[in-house]
């Protein structure tokens, strides 16, 4: 075969692996943890409830919707919960949420640091305190960078950090350690290092066509000096 071919090929085999060599050795660690670790650790299920029980029936939200309509005439959208020992109904319509007592009907003001300090040990499966309590008027990148919400987290092992609503309590998601590493790990093996959630970013698809061309480039050389064309000695 053309000399040419197999000079360019070894040059293509040995720059590409140069720019491969590392990004090689992030996806393959992350691999090995992404598919070693399992995903309930990941997700913090044997650290936190996401959903409480609710323990008001029906017979509890005596309230009148009527009056809840009257409150909010666009109202598109009517909820039954509850916040710790008392129910609530959750009103909403294109522009905004309220929070009314499920008895009296009372508009409720917004979940304060004590009651988040409550709600938190609640939905919480561990058994460490409270080390802080934050109100974030926009979160950290681990939950999308959601604006207004309380930030708690617990003096354990994994740094357990809890995600709730700022003004109505609602849970919103539980993060730990172990999710921080298989994000990070994640964020590597995808190659976006801002939102971490394209799979499909310029960067990626040039480090994967590298990965062709390297491997395309070797089996070019394998044709230099193929085994069947070698002689034996004597």
Known sequence: MNKRLFKHSRTIHKWAGYVLALQLLAWLFGGLFMSAMPLHYVHGKHLAQKQLTNPFSHSD???????????MPTLTQITF?????????????QHQTQLFDGRSGQSLSDINEQQVAVLA??????????????????????IENRPQVWQVEFADWCATTLYFDLHSGEFISVRSTIWRIFDFFWMLHIMDYDERNNFNNPLLIGFAL?????????????????????????
């Open 61 to 71: 939200y005596s309230a009148s919707v009527d009056s809840i309509r009257a409150a």
């Open 121 to 142: 040990q609640a939905h919480y499966l561990g058994e460490a305190q409270i080390s802080s309590i934050k109100a974030l008027a926009q979160g950290p990148l681990e």
């Open 210 to 234: 590298s990965a062709v061309l390297f491997a395309l480039s070797g089996i070019m050389l394998l044709f230099q000096n193929p085994p069947w064309r070698r002689r034996r000695k004597v």
């Open 81 to 93: 919960g509850h916040r710790l020992d008392t129910p609530i109904i959750v009103a909403s319509d």
